[in-house]
């Protein structure tokens, strides 16, 4: 017996699908086949795969304070080392204290 497929209509924009599109070819998938890899692990895990939640206000304000220590460089480009602090914060490597103190050091 063979299976009947529906069709499913979703509104992105042209740049999300284009971005997303190129990433999948180069994992040798389609936009199809990753939604339907998508809705077989919603099927699967009975639930969204993966955490939707927003961040605390404490994430939010340390961000907001990040960006402003980042904005005393008055418009200069970021300096490698500080491209490395950003990114130990943003892997959550350093926390938000540690980060400002590296950066505030060498603005």
């Known amino acids: 017996m063979m299976m009947r497929n529906d069709v499913i209509h979703v509104r992105v924009s042209d740049e999300l699908k284009a971005n997303v599109e190129s990433i999948l070819s180069d994992l040798g998938i389609t936009l199809s086949y990753a939604v339907n890899m998508y809705l077989k ?8 795969p993966f955490d939707v939640v927003l961040p605390s206000q404490e994430k939010s304000r340390e961000v907001e304070m990040l ?3 980042i904005n005393l460089t008055g418009g200069k480009e970021v300096s490698s080392y500080a491209n490395r ?11 938000y204290e540690t980060a400002v103190f590296a950066l505030g050091r060498n603005l």
């Open 67 to 69: 960006a402003k220590a």
């Open 41 to 48: 692990q919603i099927e699967a895990k009975r639930g969204i």
């Open 85 to 95: 602090i950003l990114s130990l914060y943003a892997q959550e490597i350093i926390d």
